[in-house]
Every structure is written in C-alpha cells, then in structure tokens.
C-alpha cells in the first residue's frame, strides 16, 4: 500500500484492521480505473460547505476539453459504492456533463484516515471561506487528540494563525454564517470578538450590513461600545433656595435635555457653591 503524503503527516500509514470486514476486490494502489460516476458518494467529511456552480462549470468545459488529466482518489465502501477520499469538484464537474465514468485511484482508508485526507488537502489549497477552515482544525485537533502548538507545526503554520481561526467559532451562529457567505470579512468578525456581550456583536452585525462599515470603521464602533461611561456627578439638590432659582434650574436643565434629543453630546456640570450655583456648559462644535 502506498501511504498518502498527508497521512505521513499524522502518522496514518498503516492499515487499520478495524476498518471494515468487506470483502474488497483488490487493486493496485497507483492503478488508475474506471468507476461509475452513479456508484460514487461524496465525503462525509468534506470541510467544504460551499462549492462555486460558476467555478464547477469552468471546471466542467475545461475537463470536456482536455480530459481528466488528474483522476480523483475513492475508498471502497460496499460492493459497489465508494466514497470519494479527494477529487469532489472533480466528481461534481464530470456529473454535469452526464458522465457515465471518471478515472478513479483506490485507496484502502479508515474514517479517520479519509477525514484527515479531506480536511488536509482543503487547507492546502487554501479555497476554504475562514470557517470552513477554523472548523476544519477543530476537527483536526479532536481526531488526533493534538494541541495547537502541534497541529500548527504539523501543517507549516503559525499557531497564532490557528488559534485566532479556532477563535471565530466561539462567535454566534449569525455572524459565522455571514463569514460563511462572504458578507463580512475575517478582520470584522476579529473585532466583533473583542465585544463580550452577544446582543451587542449582533446589533454591530447588523450596523456593518445595514451601513456597509469597512474594518476601521467596526474597529471604532467596538472601541466606542467597550469606552467605560462615565459616571455623572450627583447633581445640586434644590433644597433650601427660593421657587425662582427652582424653575430656573430646571429651566436650564430641560433646555440642555432638549438639545441633546438632537444628537448633539452636551457636556454639563453643575456646582453648589456658597453663594451661587455654576453651570458649566461644554458643546462640540462637530456633531
């Protein structure tokens, strides 16, 4: 049996016994065949939620072009059915065009062997969208029981890379599925994170969508949600003074409320001194 190059990586060379008790026909590991198209299912642990029909159909003219000139790779998993290990753009292109047969490599795999093939070689062709790719590692890390420290080393990564990916799939289910669609971009959901409350990356989601905010603009808006307010200092009770004074405050106090029912930040103080009492009024001068 020739050992795939991803399965060096994570030490799957050898043949697992308890892999199935089928009765397979043998092939030749390198042996290239012809397999039904009908008789072939996709990868149950295909990493990849998303396939492009436009880039499917280039793929598809260019095969009925020139040939398949790569065969995808397939595991054997019943009499007649196989499971494709490598190759489903390949195998979704070659149904298009109403195939009866595709060039085909058989290799002798387990689930956890077909998984790591799968997931691997999606990450090296680097199509996946980033939650495709950050569920690809999680999935990686619990099937081989590695830290990320290890998994990073094993796939030429940083581990930074993997943690901050690993990181997105702690943010809500709405906000994954705009990463998914390609809404929004990596660098707005990292800033999303950076909000502890759910509600409030929700209600920032929606802002980026409704507003179409760039990185730097949703990185402004997250600093601004997070800035502590601070606390208004007691204001003087009117104990003690004449009516007159009483609805002159008060007066003052409606007036500055007013307009900051306008959007405008009034800033007011206001001093209980021994003979007078202060306001001071601060307004910006940009809205």
């Known amino acids: 049996m020739v050992v795939h190059p991803f399965n060096r990586i994570f030490g799957l060379g050898e043949k697992d016994t308890d892999s199935t008790n089928l009765e397979e026909e043998s092939y030749h590991p390198d042996e290239v065949i012809q397999v039904p198209v009908k008789n072939i299912e996709p990868n149950r642990y295909q990493p990849r939620s998303i396939f492009n029909e436009e880039k499917i159909t280039e793929l598809a003219q260019t095969i009925n072009t020139h040939g398949m000139i790569q065969p995808i790779v397939l595991r054997q998993i019943d009499d007649e059915k196989y499971e494709i290990i490598a190759g489903e753009r390949r195998w979704r292109a070659v149904q298009s065009l109403g195939w009866e047969t595709v060039s085909a490599i058989i290799r002798e795999m387990t689930d956890t062997q077909t998984a790591s093939v799968a997931l691997i070689e999606n990450l090296q062709r680097e199509e996946l969208t980033v939650i495709e790719e950050a569920v690809a590692y999680a999935k990686l890390l619990e099937m081989h029981s590695l830290t990320q ?19 997105l799939l702690k943010l809500p289910e709405p906000i994954q599925q705009a990463l998914l669609a390609k809404k929004i971009t990596e660098r707005h959901a990292r800033a999303l994170i950076k909000l502890k409350d759910e509600e409030k ?35 003087p009770k009117l104990k003690g003074v004449n009516k007159d004074v009483r609805i002159a405050m008060n007066t003052i106090r409606q007036s500055l409320s007013m307009v900051s029912d306008t959007g405008i930040e009034v800033e007011s103080d206001e001093q209980d001194l021994d003979d007078y009492y202060q306001i001071t009024i601060k307004i910006p001068k940009k809205k």
């Open 201 to 235: 990356q929700l209600n920032l989601l929606n802002e980026i969508l409704e507003h179409e905010l760039n990185v730097k603009q949703t990185e402004d808006r997250v600093a601004t949600i997070n800035k502590p307010k601070e606390k208004k200092k007691p204001r």
């Open 149 to 167: 420290e290890a998994l990073a080393q094993r796939l030429g990564k940083n581990q930074s890379t993997i943690a901050n990916k690993l990181r």
